[in-house]
């Protein structure tokens, strides 16, 4: 593989100033060689002239957080990092590759979750150059690369991991945001390091069940929330049918036998476990009537 080499160029300022007086002085020069009928001193002139001219193309700016990848007819000589106005051979062709910090998000992709549910997955990838010789020498379009390699990635990872956790402890895309972003970060670094490139973070942007089983999944959720509440609801009830009856029996005020122990309960169930509010009824017999 092909690794960065940072490559040191000549401040263009300096050579910009060189070439200039190069060139001032051939004409110079030339206009006294003119005078003087000196064919000898005329051709240097015109030669210095000619390579000075050659010389400033080597000129060329680096702005911040840029690269130039530097090659000498296809071989690769190293990369320009100084920023500011820079000079090299002027036969180096010079690749800008940006280093700054740069992100894209993902298509909605359709995809079946590890449950078989079939599932509308996006995500955001946020991702800089960091080795500009694999970058440009390694994969053939890296832009394009980072994309259709990160879009792979996260179609794989909603394969392994179900929409929703129907048992306590278990990972999911929708419930598990940060172990999943983990992983999700960790699958396309591996997939892009060959390209020069650092994933520095990667989130699901967009979660949401197919249409055709959205409505479906819907009350599937509605109905695990109502039981999760329903649940909520008898526990609480009966740890206050318990804390009723203890107190009852500490105060000795009511002595109450097994059978009106056990309608007291199923009254109180009743009425802490309704939906509704319960309506009194007047016992106007006796406790067994």
């Known amino acids: 593989?092909?690794?960065?080499?940072?490559?040191?160029?000549?401040?263009?300022?300096?050579?910009?100033?060189?070439?200039?007086?190069?060139?001032?002085?051939?004409?110079?020069?030339?206009?006294?060689?003119?005078?003087?009928?000196?064919?000898?001193?005329?051709?240097?002139?015109?030669?210095?002239?000619?390579?000075?001219?050659?010389?400033?193309?080597?000129?060329?700016?680096?702005?911040?957080?840029?690269?130039?990848?530097?090659?000498?007819?296809?071989?690769?000589?190293?990369?320009?990092?100084?920023?500011?106005?820079?000079?090299a051979n002027p036969f180096y062709t010079k690749k800008r590759i940006s280093l700054r910090v740069r992100n894209f998000e993902s298509a909605h992709l359709k995809v079946n979750d590890t449950d078989g549910n079939p599932i509308e997955i996006a995500a955001i990838v946020v991702w800089k150059v960091v080795d500009t010789a694999e970058a440009v020498f390694e994969v053939d379009d890296y832009e394009h690369y980072v994309k259709v390699q990160s879009e792979a990635a996260v179609r794989n990872l909603a394969t392994h991991y179900p929409y929703d956790a129907h048992v306590e402890g278990h990972l999911s895309l929708r419930g598990s945001t940060d172990e999943v972003a983990k992983r999700l970060r960790h699958e396309i670094q591996d997939r892009l390091a060959k390209a020069g490139v650092e994933v520095i973070e990667a989130r699901i942007s967009h979660l949401a069940y197919a249409p055709e089983i959205a409505a479906a999944m819907l009350r599937r959720q509605q109905a695990g929330a109502i039981i999760a509440a329903r649940q909520k609801i008898v526990e609480g009830a009966v740890g206050m049918v318990e804390m009723a009856l203890d107190l009852l029996s500490k105060s000795e005020r009511v002595k109450l036998d097994e059978e009106r122990k056990a309608a007291m309960v199923s009254n109180l169930l009743v009425v802490l476990c309704a939906d509704r509010e319960a309506q009194p009824v007047v016992n106007t017999g006796t406790l067994y009537q």
């Open 1 to 87: 593989m092909i690794r960065e080499q940072e490559q040191q160029t000549a401040s263009g300022l300096l050579m910009l100033g060189v070439f200039l007086v190069l060139i001032l002085a051939a004409v110079a020069g030339l206009v006294r060689a003119a005078r003087g009928d000196d064919g000898f001193v005329a051709v240097v002139c015109l030669v210095v002239i000619v390579a000075s001219i050659l010389g400033l193309a080597g000129l060329f700016t680096i702005a911040p957080n840029e690269g130039r990848v530097l090659q000498l007819f296809g071989a690769y000589r190293g990369t320009g990092k100084d920023e500011g106005l820079r000079w």
